[in-house]
């Protein structure tokens, strides 16, 4: 199917495959590999494609490289800008070193250093890096308004025609690989230019393929685009998920997704950390959160017996100081870690009954933090455990109830939750 829409008629298959021809030589085919794990657990074959494994560990110098190559004279004498969660900034790096064009990028300070480390890496003498604000769009602003003061080139994460049918050749990719096209494609999704890519090539090339978006439910901007009928600002997002915590859809993408309506999953963090967990630990594969974004939906979509799947790893830029939190969150989501106010009795022997009373033989205390107040009577603390079965649960808060101890259950929807996690 071609485009007709106005706004979208630039992107076509066959703008995808000249993408294809023209980023060959800086991007990298990167393997697809069939994965057991999701294969036993799900009944259908699946593939992970793996596009952390590109020269900048993420598919974004796909759509980054497409653009900067198409500028002419002037406009890579006046150079580009970028804004930049840090994936898309790592492919507009490698593209002004490969192609010798001066570059700027904007990213927000929640950034993991390890991916600002990596731009300057790839950049060298070519790229400046700009650290501003909180978010994408914070940086994005801040892109915009320094294009407007030095006539630069905007390069954009995936609100362009050049960027989308870059990220496309990943499709375009996979079928070559495969020799067919799969039955489902499952693709992350944070400004939706990797989506609109897949969508507009496959939906050209093999209508029948099933292509289901996945977004970060805490950032889960291209559902709200869809449901308001265009493009919508989040009021807030939780920006955990980097490489996809973008606060509203772009206008080119939308109408992409809007002409497919594909089907869009909005994954809870919490379970993105345990596929994270569960692709390092079983397959070796250190994605970032929106890396393991694709393949974590497999918990709540459930494909056919026999169905061939894909998903795409579309990042391995991880921060290895952010594990202890991805853990963290993985425990909670799966019901394997709570939180509690404890008022123990100012009495010896107090925190000993808790101990003999309270914990079942494989709970553990994982946090505790007492302060005594100057009642005599009551001391609170903060107590995490760690229950060996989240099926445990019911009979913790039992015991917990039989306790003369008052505590109180901290709930994951509590303001307070959030600065335990």
């Given amino acids: 199917m071609t485009l007709t829409n106005a706004a979208t008629n630039k992107i076509t298959a066959a703008t995808i495959d000249d993408a294809a021809a023209r980023v060959g030589g800086v991007v990298r085919t990167t393997p697809l590999e069939p994965n ?19 020269p900048v560990r993420s598919y974004k110098i796909r759509g980054a490289y497409n653009f900067i190559a198409q500028l002419d004279d002037d406009e890579r004498a006046a150079g580009v800008i970028a804004a930049s969660a840090g994936n898309h900034g790592q492919g507009v790096a490698l593209a002004c070193a490969q192609l010798g064009i001066r570059g700027q990028i904007y990213v927000p300070g929640t950034t993991p250093r390890q991916k600002r480390d990596r731009m300057r890496h790839l950049g060298g003498d070519f790229v400046e890096l700009v650290v501003v604000g909180n978010t994408y769009d914070d940086a994005a602003t801040a892109a915009k308004e320094a294009a407007a003061r030095s006539g630069a080139t905007i390069v954009s994460a995936f609100d362009d025609a050049r960027t989308i049918a870059g990220q496309g050749t990943v499709a375009h990719e996979i079928v070559e690989q495969l020799g067919f096209a799969p039955d489902t494609l499952l693709v992350p999704v944070g400004g939706g230019g990797l989506l609109a890519g897949c969508l507009t090539w496959l939906g050209e090339r093999y209508p029948s393929t099933r292509v289901i978006g996945v977004e970060p439910a805490g950032a889960a901007c291209l559902a709200a685009a869809l449901q308001s009928g265009g493009p919508r600002q989040l009021p807030n997002i939780d920006t955990f998920v980097d490489g996809a915590a973008v606060s509203r859809a772009g206008d080119l993408t939308y109408a992409v997704a809007a002409l497919h309506r594909p089907q869009l999953y909005a994954v809870p963090e919490g379970r993105i950390c345990s596929e994270m967990l569960d692709l390092y630990q079983s397959d070796g594969i250190i994605a970032e959160p929106a890396g393991a974004l694709a393949s974590s939906v497999l918990g709540q979509y459930t494909p056919a017996a026999g169905e061939k799947v894909v998903a795409i790893v579309s990042g391995g830029n991880n921060d290895v100081s952010r594990y202890a939190e991805i853990v963290e969150r993985s425990l909670v989501f799966e019901g394997r870690k709570h939180y509690f106010l404890v008022n123990f009795p100012q009495e010896p022997g107090a925190l000993r009954r808790f101990l003999d009373e309270v914990l079942g033989p494989d709970d553990d205390i994982t946090r505790f933090e007492y302060v005594k107040r100057s009642n005599r009577e009551l001391g609170p603390a903060l107590v995490g455990i760690e229950i060996g079965q989240p099926s ?15 505590v109180e259950v901290v709930s994951p929807d509590s303001p307070f939750y959030r600065f335990l996690v």
């Fill in 36 to 54: 057991d794990r999701l294969s036993g657990r799900t009944g259908a074959h699946v593939w992970l494609k793996r596009e952390d494994l590109q």
């Fill in 392 to 406: 445990d649960y019911p009979y913790l808060l039992a015991r917990l109830n039989a306790s003369p101890i008052n």
